[in-house]
């Protein structure tokens, strides 16, 4: 047996709350060993998780999480139990702490998707295994994962990318992107109206994140402006999961930052188009950018899973080969 590439090394028994809880070169390795990873997944099952068991506690609803997870974590040849709802509630039922505390001791990792960040914090901060935020209010970092692993299909790397992100730049998906990107060395545009738009103290941590790898980050107020040149248009819903009472304003905000086939031609001719899913079609993205021969929408998704079984075998494994 020979040794393909060597997996992410560091990272084992680490928690993943944040994206920018990784480092620009083990960010860089999960990425390539998800790619690897991905190669395999149609001919032989690579398991490499024999005997462990993910839990999955989610508060709030998902379709692709709760699917790519099940099925790398399945291809991996370990178990999943899930609970959701009422079933599990981070400190409401019981202390964060007295929860981590008891499923460390059913489970090796544990995914949790959930409204306040600060109560996974107190969760990870008391578990003894691995703890994977599968989204929270300040972050989406498995989605970024699975972006930055979609681009470098693309475009070989993140390193000079331009990545538009137009709509809503204080979101969750938009704060775990950027950090992404920037970790890349690639240049995250936001196009946002005021009340959307990223805070100061934010892009400066994004500069800061950025700086040593060539990356940065800026905001504009219009769309074309984000957009002209860019190698990536980014959207994602104009109202996240327990917003809905904002649906309405923000539909009329954000209205001038569609994602529409007049805006996607002000990018590089060689752009691609990405959405997180689920899509609102017609309203922050139309069908025709959705069908288009730029949209890189559908291989993101499936990217998903790829990227979970690369950072599963990351933080589960000591391993520093992947042999076949």
């Keep these: 047996m020979t040794a393909a590439m060597e997996a992410p090394v560091g990272l084992q028994g680490r928690n993943l709350l944040k994206l920018s809880d990784l480092s620009a070169s083990e960010l860089d390795e999960i990425v390539k060993l998800g790619i690897y990873l991905k ?10 998780l024999p005997g462990k068991t993910l839990a999955m506690l989610f508060e709030k ?15 991996l040849g370990g178990d999943v139990l899930f609970a959701q709802g009422g079933e599990f509630m981070v400190g409401s039922r019981e202390t964060p702490e ?18 306040a960040h600060e109560p996974l914090e107190r969760f990870a901060a008391a578990a003894t295994v691995p703890v994977i935020n599968g ?43 950027a950090e992404a990107v920037v970790l890349g060395g690639g240049t995250m545009q936001f196009a946002s109206p005021p009340t959307h738009r990223p805070n100061e103290a934010f892009l400066a941590h994004l500069h800061e994140l950025g700086a040593p790898h060539g990356g940065d980050a800026r905001a504009f107020g219009q769309a074309v402006r984000a957009v002209r ?64 021969p730029q949209s890189a929408v559908f291989d993101q998704a499936e990217n998903r899973m790829h990227a979970q079984k690369a950072l599963l075998v990351a933080l589960l494994t000591d391993r520093k080969g992947i042999y076949v």
């Design 135 to 177: 989204l929270s209010a300040a972050g989406h970092p498995c989605q970024a994962i699975a972006d930055a692993l979609t681009m470098t299909e693309r475009f070989g790397s993140l390193k000079d990318l331009r990545v538009a992100y137009v709509g809503d730049g204080k979101n969750n998906v938009a704060v775990s992107l």
């Design 98 to 115: 007295d929860a981590a505390r008891v499923l460390s001791r059913f489970c090796d990792a544990i995914v949790i998707r959930t409204h």
């Design 61 to 75: 609803p998902s379709l692709r999480t709760r699917v790519s997870f099940e099925v790398a974590m399945h291809h």
């Design 39 to 48: 190669t395999h997944s149609m001919g032989e099952r690579l398991k490499m």
């Design 229 to 292: 040149g860019a190698d990536v248009v980014y959207t994602d819903v104009w109202t996240s999961m327990g917003e809905e009472a904002l649906k309405e304003r923000n539909a009329a905000l954000l209205q001038p930052f569609q994602v529409n086939e007049e805006l996607m031609a002000y990018a590089a001719p060689h752009a691609i188009f990405m959405h997180c899913l689920p899509a609102h079609r017609g309203e922050e993205v139309t069908d025709a950018v959705m069908e288009s």
